[in-house]
């Protein structure tokens, strides 16, 4: 199977930027996937990004994909106290999606 | 916004009993899935569906057990709960015939706690 790995934790102050990152160490797959969950709640698809492109930007967030790293980041940017959350980087695989372990998020005032 | 939908969301139960967490989505989506994610924030998927009669274990070995009658509906049933056991249960689906066709989505989850 394919590993993907994340940082578990990452502190930040409201206004600065975010910046969180995934390894991996397959590269067989077609997308790769950014999801949030808040406490107490499912996953939320954030965004998703097609392995042949290498940044892909939706308002405040950015994804930068470098295949031949095997890297992944997804950048929050003016990031917000309701930004606090876990986030799980995935990648497609045969039958299902990888998820990586997490990283927990915590926005300060 | 997905329609995917599980209850209970929270169920508090002695060791033995049998228990089955509801899955259901609207969308229509052929494949669902089941993940257990420990305190420790990790994904493990115990089961998927290809559609309806198709079942599969996944990645994490489960005592639990599914099925797949109906395309909406993916009931997952713990015969004998266990302390074990207790944890967050997460329901998914995803459409194969999308070009997007991993992206999954999820429910609000179960959290299960077996005393």
């Known amino acids: 199977g394919e590993d993907v790995e994340q940082s578990l934790f990452l502190s930040v102050r409201e206004g600065d930027s975010s910046v969180i990152n995934c390894t991996y160490t397959?590269?067989?797959?077609?997308?790769l996937y950014w999801y949030k969950q808040e406490p107490g709640a499912g996953l939320q698809l954030l965004t998703y990004i097609f392995s042949n492109m290498d940044m892909k930007q939706d308002q405040r967030l950015t994804v930068l994909l470098n295949k031949k790293d095997k890297h992944l980041s997804l950048r929050i940017a003016d990031t917000q106290t309701g930004d606090s959350a876990i986030y799980f980087c995935?990648?497609?695989?045969?039958?299902?999606?990888?998820f990586g372990k997490g990283t927990m998020l915590l926005v300060s005032p | 916004e997905a329609d995917i939908y599980q209850t209970p969301r929270y169920l508090v139960i002695g060791t033995g009993k049998k228990i089955t967490l509801e899955c259901s989505q609207t969308m229509g989506h052929d494949k669902m899935y089941w993940y257990q994610q420990d305190p420790g924030m990790e994904l493990h998927l115990i089961h998927y569906s290809y559609g309806v009669n198709s079942t599969e274990k996944g990645d994490l070995s489960s005592e639990s057990t599914v099925s797949r009658i109906r395309t909406e509906h993916f009931p997952l049933t713990l015969e004998s709960a266990r302390p074990s056991h207790t944890s967050q249960y997460l329901c998914a689906s995803s459409d194969p015939g999308s070009g997007n066709q991993e992206t999954q989505y999820f429910g609000p989850g179960t959290r299960l706690l077996v005393l």
């Open positions: 995935a990648w497609d695989g045969y039958s299902t999606l990888t």
């Open positions: 397959d590269s067989s797959s077609t997308y």
